[in-house]
T-cell receptor
Framework: NAGVTQTPKFRVLKTGQSMTLLCAQD?????MYWYRQDPGMGLRLIHY???????AKGEVPDGYNVSRLKKQNFLLGLESAAPSQTSVYFC????????????FGPGTRLTVL | KQEVTQIPAALSVPEGENLVLNCSFT??????LQWFRQDPGKGLTSLLL?????REQTSGRLNASLDKSSGRSTLYIAASQPGDSATYLC???????????FGAGTTVTVRA
């Protein structure tokens, strides 16, 4: 099993450009999450999904959109990138039942100039 | 809203010393509490998960305890090694929501 994978690993954007970050998991997990991690701010939840076709806002959703068309994929979109979105983005997934342990991807380092 | 706090923010110990990392949370209505390790520039690796009905979990040199009544969890690392140098984060999963609440982490340096 690959676990949770993220594409791309690194990206540099100019202000106003758009991009999509892809998260994929092969563990058949229902729940998927997008976080951003910034120095001094810790991990903050952007959006999450509790199942295919569903999404919900987290703590810092402004400037981001998400889609979960397939159970194994969770996409994070930036429509018009801003320097404030420079961050490391992590995707995570967990199963709905049992101990609900969260598994994280390796992260995407995004710089917006 | 759940608030998770980790004190101290940084810790430096000589090799061989036992490590004690603290995590406190404000809402005792948790489903589980998870401890993670993060190396610089890397993702989060799950170390231990304690269900709300459990008091502790052990894995090798790691032991995590949970006291819901006092809102505390402690991660013990026995006989620390330089390879244990990393940032350790705790996260509480609520019993009535879907969102994990993270502490800011404790950065550990083990000196050889």
């Amino acid at each position: 099993n690959a676990g949770v994978t993220q594409t791309p690993k690194f990206r540099v954007l100019k202000t106003g450009q758009s991009m999509t970050l892809l998260c994929a998991q092969d563990m058949n997990h229902e729940y998927m999450y997008w976080y951003r991690q910034d120095p001094g701010m810790g991990l903050r939840l952007i959006h999450y999904s509790v199942g295919e076709g569903t999404t919900a806002k987290g703590e810092v959703p402004d400037g981001y959109n998400v889609s979960r068309l397939k159970k194994q994929n969770f996409l994070l979109g930036l429509e018009s990138a801003a320097p404030s979105q420079t961050s490391v983005y992590f995707c995570a997934s967990s199963i709905r039942t049992g101990n609900n342990e969260q598994f994280f991807g390796p992260g995407t380092r995004l710089t917006v100039l | 809203k759940q608030e998770v706090t980790q004190i101290p923010a940084a810790l430096s110990v000589p090799e061989g010393e036992n490590l004690v990392l603290n995590c406190s949370f404000t809402d005792s209505a948790i489903y589980n509490l998870q401890w993670f390790r993060q190396d610089p520039g890397k993702g989060l690796t799950s170390l231990l998960l304690i269900q709300s009905s459990q008091r502790e979990q052990t894995s090798g040199r790691l032991n995590a305890s949970l006291d819901k009544s006092s809102g505390r969890s402690t991660l013990y690392i026995a006989a620390s090694q330089p390879g244990d140098s990393a940032t350790y984060l705790c996260a509480a999963f609520p019993s009535n929501d879907y969102k994990l609440s993270f502490g800011a982490g404790t950065t550990v340096t083990v000196r050889a």
